[in-house]
């Protein structure tokens, strides 16, 4: 109805039947459609250059943007630092990552890491996951295997951010979470 949206005979004249709004850059991304939505349609962000920044800015060695899809979490996009990715070549003589080993996991919304941190709607620091048994932390191998020991989750932009470090970390990194 009109009185829900100021500028709906805007909207009718243009021929807007869907819209959305979405928190974004400590403001609000509006976008609509011609087409009639069944439900919000996932804006695609330079998530790439986001996850850049936040490595460079926290010294992590890779990070992840998981995305919720009908209680699963899946990686929507994954960065390590070119510096990073050469060393590993180097050393396993493949282009594999943590960051790209990580792909072709799916959590639970509750489970695991990143399924407890986007449950809460919180942030939390994992400073030795060495230490983590498979059960709680399905990817153990895979830290061992790419030298991870740290690990920061943070729910943000309506999925969680995942960032980690080959040192420990005593205490959650600082780097600017609003722009994802």
Do not use: M
């Not at 087409?35 to 804006?43: I, N």
């Not at 899946?74 to 282009?95: C, F, I, M, N, Q």
């Not at 951010?161 to 600082?174: D, H, R, S, Y």
């Amino acid at each position: 109805p009109a009185s829900q949206f100021a500028r709906a005979a805007l909207a009718k004249e243009f021929g807007i039947v869907s819209l959305a709004a979405v928190f974004w850059n400590g403001g609000v991304l509006e976008y609509g459609s011609t087409e009639r939505w069944s439900c919000r349609p996932k804006v695609r962000i330079d998530l790439a250059a986001r996850l850049k920044a936040v490595c460079d800015s926290s010294g992590a060695v890779y990070a992840l943007f998981w995305e919720e899809a009908a209680g699963v979490l899946t990686v929507l996009e994954h960065y390590s630092p070119p510096t990073r990715v050469a060393a590993l070549k180097a050393k396993r003589g493949d282009s594999e990552t943590f960051a790209t080993r990580s792909r072709g996991f799916s959590i639970g919304v509750g489970e695991g890491l990143v399924g407890r941190v986007f449950a809460s709607a919180g942030k939390q620091l994992f400073p030795d996951v060495g230490a983590f048994t498979a059960e709680r932390f399905p990817r153990t191998q895979h830290a061992k295997e790419f030298g991870i020991r740290s690990i920061a989750c943070v729910a943000v932009g309506g999925g969680v951010l995942e960032f980690g470090a080959v040192e420990q970390w005593a205490a959650l990194p600082k780097v600017s979470f609003s722009a994802l």
